[in-house]
């Protein structure tokens, strides 16, 4: 039989981690954390402090110094900007705390429901 893939969303690593730990007790060992932005920055790849670092280089915008990006193209970080993250008005929705926490799990099929009602019970978004 072939397995499911389930992907579950958490807005804290705390809830995540929490599941995961049930779920392996369960016997559900093939399950992954995985934290992710849609918004750029904070590695090491985006060499932020060669680019924007406020002591040699004095280009720092809201973008960068908010949310960490080094974005250099001027129409995304207009975009950018404007994302409640870097200003600061935010209007009390969801997107002020995101889910950017996933948990996938690999599953058999005949064990979806019991999977499905941890994760929410979790508090995940399905």
Not at 74 to 84: C, I, S
Not at 93 to 107: A, K, M, R, W
Request: net charge negative; proline share 5%; aromatic share 8%.
């Amino acid at each position: 039989m072939a397995e499911k893939v389930i992907f579950a969303y958490f807005r804290t690593m705390e809830g995540a981690e929490k599941a995961v730990k049930e779920l392996k007790n369960r016997g559900f060992h093939d399950a992954r954390i995985d934290r992710f932005s849609p918004i750029g920055g904070g590695n090491v790849h985006d060499v932020d402090d060669i680019l924007e670092n406020p002591f040699t280089n004095q280009g720092i915008s809201l973008t960068t110094s908010t949310l960490g990006s080094p974005e250099l193209n001027p129409d995304k970080r207009t975009l950018l900007a404007a994302h409640e993250d870097a200003s600061g008005w935010t209007g009390g929705h969801g997107f002020s705390s995101p889910e950017d926490v996933c948990v996938t799990v690999f599953i058999d099929p005949a064990r979806l429901e019991e999977v499905t009602s941890l994760l929410e019970l979790a508090g995940a978004r399905l």
